[in-house]
């Protein structure tokens, strides 16, 4: 008739011992039930009829159960788990906060509280890792192809080194490249169509500064043509030779 106390397993022919860390009381059978109210129905069940020891007729044996995923027990004997920090996760029968780990997006030393990974970073691994040299990423980043490359810089695949732009291209960032349109070009790390310019005797656009719809407004998608003869060519601009003039 000897009854395991709360927080303790077994029974009295096999003795009975503390639970062991990772691990709480499911439900208490023990003389007066001390921690009976905070646990579940199918507990409650259980004791019905039932005032302690009175009206059994032997010993009932008692059994621990593993801590559920996302809490933890660091201490033997306990009747309830402790649940992870806010983000934090952990595997079922834990038996310490530092298994419990930030989840995707957050960072903090094992068992900590959790915080937004922050920009130009990302979380991996209970980790915070530096975006690779040249790529940006924007905060909560949990994974190395949140980094992009810059514009001014490209990279062959999500997670390859960023390279700054050749010449005769534009890029945008990311992994994007484009070239230039005909008899226009670009300097080294160039990041937008505006910055490909007609060569020497070439031009698009303009003539004096206007075009037909009034001020010179360049589509700079479109190549670069060959200045006439009395004319002259400066970017996107012709110029006409003053009168008398060739």
Not at 159 to 178: D, I, M, R
């Amino acid at each position: 008739m000897c009854q395991c106390v709360a927080c303790a397993e077994g029974s009295a022919d096999r003795n009975c011992s503390l639970f062991a860390v990772g691990s709480f009381q499911p439900c208490d059978f023990s003389h007066g039930q001390a921690h009976a109210a905070k646990h579940s129905a199918a507990c409650a069940a259980l004791h019905e009829g039932l005032d302690g020891l009175v009206g059994r007729g032997e010993a009932t044996a008692v059994r621990c159960a593993p801590c559920p995923a996302n809490t933890y027990s660091d201490a033997s004997g306990a009747d309830s788990c402790t649940a992870c920090p806010v983000n934090a996760s952990s595997a079922a029968r834990s038996e310490s906060r530092l298994r419990c780990r930030c989840d995707a997006a957050f960072t903090s030393e094992d068992g900590g509280e959790c915080a937004t990974c922050p920009a130009d970073s990302f979380y991996n691994c209970g980790l915070t890792h530096p975006c690779r040299l040249h790529s940006n990423a924007p905060a909560d980043s949990d994974s190395a192809d949140d980094c992009v490359c810059r514009a001014g810089f490209f990279s062959r695949n999500a997670t390859s080194a960023c390279v700054k732009c050749p010449a005769g291209l534009f890029c945008p960032g990311g992994q994007a490249v484009n070239r230039c349109a005909f008899n226009s070009s670009s300097a080294i790390g160039s990041a937008a169509v505006e910055q490909c310019l007609c060569g020497p005797g070439t031009w698009r656009g303009c003539v004096n500064g206007r075009n037909a719809a009034g001020a010179c407004e360049v589509d700079w998608s479109v190549g670069c043509f060959h200045c006439d003869a009395g004319d002259i060519c400066v970017n996107s601009t012709l110029l006409q030779c003053p009168e008398h003039s060739t």
